[in-house]
């Protein structure tokens, strides 16, 4: 095998692997809380909603300090994803909130975290289909 050869089929395994890589999910750890079962019990209010163009899905609880812990570390795990982040607190509401924007396959995500010392926790995931491919 020439060199040129070996130099063509390495550049053709770099490129196979850079496109594997940004085709690649974003592994949300946020979208990993969706698959708990305890979310389908009295106390969760849980919504999915799927168009063409979005998919958005939500959960709530007044008094889960369980869940609000699980998702304020999901959170603090995409955090480092995101392209832009807004963190505050809604005095109106006494909560606090965090939204994520992150990137994948060319589209937006956006996560809303919000949650207040009572207990009260509401995560929101929302983006185009291809987003979560």
């Known amino acids: 095998m020439t060199d040129k050869m070996k130099r063509i089929i390495s550049l053709t395994i770099a490129v196979m692997i850079a496109i594997i890589g940004f085709a ?20 969760h209010d849980l919504v999915t909603v799927t168009n063409p163009g979005n998919i958005f899905r939500s959960v ?11 998702i304020k570390k999901a959170y603090d795990q995409d955090r ?7 963190e505050g607190y809604d005095n109106n509401n006494n909560q606090e909130y965090g939204i994520l924007n992150i990137s994948n396959n060319g589209c937006n995500i956006s996560i809303g975290f919000y949650w207040n010392n009572d207990g009260f926790v509401k995560l929101f995931i929302s983006g185009d289909p291809e987003a979560f491919k």
């Open 80 to 86: 480092e994803k995101a392209y832009n982040i807004v």
């Open 24 to 43: 690649k999910s974003p592994n949300l750890a946020c979208e990993k809380i969706f698959d708990r079962k305890e979310l389908r019990t009295p106390g």
């Open 60 to 70: 709530s609880a007044d008094n889960d300090k369980d869940l609000q812990k699980a």
